[in-house]
């Protein structure tokens, strides 16, 4: 097996990176625009790769602190990344992302209020969703989607500092995550409170490590 780097590896290797210096360089410039305008400016060091989409709905609804990364382009995540980020509000929700988080096609959506400590990985394509969208009684399911806002339900989410969420995981509303805790790939947590260094696994999450080293 030869494994010997040649001329082509090595002039694609420059060219790769030379890609992701200049795509994270237009999508921060992008993200940044689109933040600013909708009056949610981000903190120093904030950085975005790929076609990533905010939407507040209200000014301040969008809080990201200093050293957020936000990617979403394969050359910058190649967990196998399926989507655009996107992080939207609606009605009087709020997500607040603490300094040197961030995550990779990650959609992050709020009706209440999602916090995010800091230095929290959040892997490729991670949901996080402190609403159900719509309602949960089939009638009311009948009625438009802005109609069914009164009926929709809705929890705050706390994902405390230090935390690692696997990559393809959810994190539904009431879920309160302990520091430095593990949600192992493919997890979804449900509603309650999760202690500090455990590692949560499975679909419900459930405690399967306790008293990880730090």
Known sequence: MNSKRKI????????????????FIVSTLRSVLSLNLQGCPPGTDFATSGKCSFKARN???IKLGQGVRL??????????????????????????????????????????YIYIGRN????????????DFHAIEAEKRQ??????????RKEPIYISDDVFVGTNSI????????????????????RG???????????PAAIRYRNLPH
């Open 8 to 23: 082509g590896n090595l002039l694609y290797s420059i060219w790769d990176v030379l890609f992701i210096k200049v795509d």
């Open 59 to 61: 000014s301040g609804s």
């Open 71 to 112: 990617l979403a382009a394969w050359r910058t995540n190649r967990v196998g990344i399926s989507n655009p980020v996107l992080l939207q509000t609606f009605e009087g929700g709020q997500i607040d992302i603490g300094d040197f988080s961030g995550g990779s096609s990650v959609v992050i959506s709020s009706r209440a």
């Open 120 to 131: 929290v990985n959040l892997g490729g394509n991670v949901r996080i969703f402190d609403h």
């Open 143 to 152: 009625f438009s989607f802005k109609e069914q806002e009164y009926w929709v």
């Open 171 to 190: 994190i539904l509303k009431g879920a309160k995550i302990g520091p430095r805790t593990i949600v192992a790939a493919g997890s979804v947590v449900f």
């Open 193 to 203: 409170d999760y202690p500090s260094d455990v590692i949560l696994e499975g679909n």
